[in-house]
């Protein structure tokens, strides 16, 4: 038991840790897996999340991760 809250914690920080624009390239990556799996449900779920999730972001974190978000679509251009 007290490894599982030692890995729930350790994953908690990990996330709150992360920047914005690898968050942001996280969801990319997720939604783009979604879609070629032809789990659209999943792909809306995740586009919703990010929506909400950018709302809390500053000006600046959106820019980041906008930015991140246009060069992980030009490095993986290929793939669409």
Same mark, same amino acid.
């Given at each position: @038991? %007290?490894?599982?809250?030692?890995? @729930? ?12 624009a690898?968050?942001?390239?996280d ?17 809306? %779920?995740?586009?919703?999340e990010?929506?909400?999730?950018? %709302? ?25």
């Amino acid at each position: @038991m %007290k490894k599982l809250f030692v890995l @729930m914690a350790a994953c908690a920080m990990f996330a709150a840790c992360s920047s914005p624009a690898s968050k942001a390239v996280d969801y990319m990556e997720d939604c783009f897996e979604a879609t070629k799996a032809g789990d659209y449900e999943k792909a809306e %779920k995740l586009t919703k999340e990010y929506l909400e999730w950018e %709302k809390t972001l500053t000006d600046e974190e959106k820019k980041e991760a906008q930015e991140a978000i246009e060069k992980w679509a030009e490095e993986n251009a290929d793939k669409f």
